[in-house]
């Protein structure tokens, strides 16, 4: 694979407009919580349960967390001495582009005891932490609250609260249970407010009986295809592009007015979205980036060997 101003595939994300100029095979990969735009993209990767044929693929970013998957998948037997652990952490550097509800929760549970922030955001450890998850695993519990909410919106938060692990006290994606074991944590969603939150955790900070037994509960069951799709992964990403890469289709027409239309809508909301640090949020794309690559040179190998043959026969 190489860079080119003229390419037959091009991979883009949510930031900025440049992918307007290619007239392309478009591949769309989102880390935010964002519905591709198929009017935009022929081919898409990212949170959302939805079917849109060979057009799709959800591939939550924590995948692209290489050894995420492997540890919580590991079963867990949590020690007497987890309950000795310090009460609560908290690790964010984004208090801009998230929730209200997270500030709220944080302010709430420090009522009862002090929350550690040990990232940017409401810092009050003298100073950002080195180690998320290092940092973490001294707790009992982990404040793991989405930016946003969004069906099938999961992302690294609950992941890395469960390999440091400590509970986590998760809010986001409504569907969190289809993949992940819901007696293992403490879902937001389950609770009818925030103080009801705060009095479960209130509870199990005070019973370590029932805290061990939480902790003890995997993170994932191996049940519904959860299991095998964090197994897999691997393998279902690869499907996915050299698909793309071996019978590329290019579902869009430029001049069609539709397609044009929603391509200026989606220039306009990328332009906003360049509010978001750029290289930090990149970051997710790099591993889909070198799968791509990597499939990429496969297909044009498998190509040049194929009229190499052709030649040899003539």
Request: net charge negative.
């Amino acid at each position: 694979m190489v860079l080119s101003e003229e390419p037959d595939i091009l991979l883009f994300s949510c930031f900025g407009e440049r992918f307007t100029k290619y007239d392309c095979v478009r591949v769309f990969y989102t880390p935010e919580n964002l519905v591709p735009d198929f009017n935009v993209a022929d081919y898409a990767i990212g949170f959302h349960y939805m079917n849109f044929g060979r057009r799709y693929l959800r591939y939550p970013m924590y995948l692209t967390y290489q050894r995420s998957y492997s540890q919580i998948i590991d079963s867990k037997i949590a020690e007497e001495n987890s309950c000795a652990r310090k009460f609560c952490s908290f690790v964010y550097s984004n208090g801009t582009w998230a929730s209200p509800l997270r500030k709220q929760f944080f302010d709430l549970l420090s009522a009862y005891k002090q929350v550690d922030s040990g990232g940017r955001y409401m810092n009050n450890v003298g100073g950002p932490v080195e180690n998320k998850i290092a940092f973490q695993s001294e707790y009992k519990f982990c404040i793991a609250f989405e930016n946003s909410i969004g069906e099938g919106y999961t992302t690294e938060k609950l992941i890395e609260a469960m390999m440091s692990g400590s509970i986590p006290i998760y809010w986001g994606d409504p569907s969190v249970v289809k993949q992940f074991n819901p007696d293992s944590f403490i879902n937001v969603s389950d609770y009818g407010s925030l103080e009801k939150v705060v009095q479960e955790v209130i509870r199990l900070d005070h019973d370590d009986e029932a805290y061990l037994e939480k902790l003890n509960q995997p993170w994932v069951r191996p049940c519904d295809g959860a299991y095998d799709s964090l197994i897999h992964f691997r393998e279902i990403l690869s499907d996915f592009l050299s698909e793309i890469v071996e019978h590329p289709v290019k579902y869009l027409v430029r001049g069609n007015f539709h397609y044009c239309s929603h391509e200026e809508m989606y220039r306009t909301y990328a332009l906003n979205l360049d509010l978001f640090d750029y290289n930090r949020s990149l970051s997710g794309l790099r591993p889909i980036y070198r799968l791509a690559e990597h499939y990429y040179k496969h297909y044009r190998r498998k190509l040049i060997s194929q009229k190499a043959s052709k030649k040899e026969i003539e």
